[in-house]
Each structure stands twice: as structure tokens, then as C-alpha cells.
């Protein structure tokens, strides 16, 4: 796990993510996954980048059952942009950086109006 993006679980989703004042893009992984481990560094700049901004999380679906299943997790990197606590866009499987960067960026923009 890196500086920047931060572990959640299902014990604090709520609080951490559908809590949030800012966007949160949660990146719902697990240890064995090729996929997630090579979309990892991608997510942490990412998490650097907007860092104070929107909240990048990783939820570990090996360790965390619940979230994964309320939110119809079937396969996995599955990335879940929520604002306002709700579900607002998924990308499922491993993207480039600019596709994740603009998924966040999009829902940014928006928060300038609120």
C-alpha cells in the first residue's frame, strides 16, 4: 500500500467513502490479481495527484466480503467512482493512468458548482 492511497474496509466504507465531501475512487482488489497489481502504481500516482482533492482508496476483496458483494463486485480491478455516497461510474479491468485520471477529473469538475 502506498503513501497516498489509502486502505479501507468494510467496517469504515461508510465513514471513508460514502461520507465523503469529495469524490472517492475505490479500486477493489486482492493480492493474487495480475490485473490489480499492475494497475497498483497507476493508482497510487493517481491517489498523489489529487491528493487533497478526491480520496483514492483500495478495498482487498479477499479480506473485505460485504462491500464487494452490496456493490455486485464479479471480477476484479473493478474501480467505483462514488460522490455524495453514491455509485457514479465503474471501470472494470486494468486501465492506463490517463482513463483513471480522467474519470476523476470529470466528477471534480462538477464539484466546483455545488
Known amino acids: 500500500m502506498g503513501n497516498f492511497a489509502k ?3 468494510d467496517g469504515n466504507f461508510e465513514t471513508e467513502v ?6 472517492v ?4 482488489w486482492a493480492e493474487w490479481c495480475g490485473p ?3 494497475i497498483a502504481p497507476s493508482i497510487e500516482a493517481v491517489a498523489q495527484q489529487f491528493d487533497g482533492k478526491a480520496k483514492i482508496v483500495k478495498l482487498n476483496v479477499d479480506e473485505n466480503t460485504d462491500v464487494p458483494q452490496q456493490y455486485g463486485i464479479r471480477s476484479i480491478p473493478t474501480l467505483i467512482l462514488f460522490k455524495n455516497g453514491v455509485e457514479q461510474e ?3 479491468g486494468a486501465v492506463p493512468r490517463d482513463v483513471i485520471v480522467r ?3 470529470k466528477y471534480l469538475n462538477e464539484s466546483h458548482s455545488s
Open 7 to 9: 486502505a479501507v474496509t
Open 18 to 23: 460514502l461520507k465523503s465531501d469529495k469524490p
Open 25 to 28: 475512487l475505490v479500486d477493489f
Open 36 to 38: 490489480c497489481r499492475m
Open 90 to 92: 465503474r471501470i472494470v
Open 103 to 105: 474519470l476523476v477529473e
